[in-house]
T-cell receptor, first 116, second 116 residues
């Protein structure tokens, strides 16, 4: 079964600083990889996804992520953080089975705080 | 209107009561999911359904049941609610099929349940 690890529970950065949120996954084949963001009191919004092709993917709100198969990682980056980026970020891995089953497994999340 | 609608958005109930959370979607997706979110634990899959005749248990199905009344409707029931079922519950849909590869889940805005 697949699993996702987000090593950082809480990160605090200054507005304008760069950001990298870490995500490591465990899965035997090429996974579908996702980053979702959850603002306080809101549902989950997809930031970006990877399932094939270019390993550097661009998402909404200026975010990008790079799939590194050798490191089983899919880290999320943003060059300059805005106060509105304060939220909780979830990495997820999707995996198919031969029977056509598909599940999305989430990491435990990283809460981002932004200092003005 | 939201593509994935959950009702109620907030509910407070007492131990032992039966509770139903409802989910409806206008995306035309076959696959629907119920997740539970707890602080520090991320999202955990309760049940999922790939069509009206297909219901599958997720990793934490004990104490829950589901009903897929139609392609667009998927409800979650707590037959006898207990305090440790206090959580934020999310319904999601997916368009992943035999010939599609996106794997993205589309989430409702969540239903906050408090069991006293």
């Amino acid at each position: 079964a697949q699993s996702v690890t987000q090593p950082d529970i809480h990160i605090t950065v200054s507005e304008g600083a760069s950001l990298e949120l870490r995500c490591n996954y465990s899965y035997g084949a090429t996974p579908y990889l996702f980053w979702y963001v959850q603002s306080p009191g809101q549902g989950l919004q997809l930031l970006l996804k990877y399932f094939s092709g270019d390993t550097l993917v661009q998402g909404i709100k200026g975010f990008e992520a790079e799939f590194k198969r050798s490191q089983s990682s899919f880290n999320l980056r943003k060059p300059s953080v805005h106060w509105s980026d304060a939220a909780e970020y979830f990495c997820a891995v999707g995996a198919r089975s031969g029977a056509g089953s598909y599940q999305l497994t989430f990491g435990k999340g990283t809460k981002l705080s932004v200092i003005p | 209107d939201a593509d994935v609608t959950q009702t109620p958005r907030n509910r407070i109930t007492k131990t032992g009561k039966r509770i139903m959370l409802e989910c409806s979607q206008t995306k035309g997706h076959d696959r629907m999911y119920w997740y539970r979110q707890d602080p520090g634990l991320g999202l955990r899959l309760i049940y999922y359904s790939f069509d009206v005749k297909d219901i599958n248990k997720g990793e934490i199905s004990d104490g829950y049941s589901v009903s897929r009344q139609a392609q667009a409707k998927f409800s979650l029931s707590l037959e006898s609610a207990i305090p440790n079922q206090t959580a934020l519950y999310f319904c999601a849909t997916s368009d992943l099929g035999v010939n599609t590869n996106t794997g993205e889940l589309f989430f409702g805005e969540g239903s906050r349940l408090t069991v006293l």
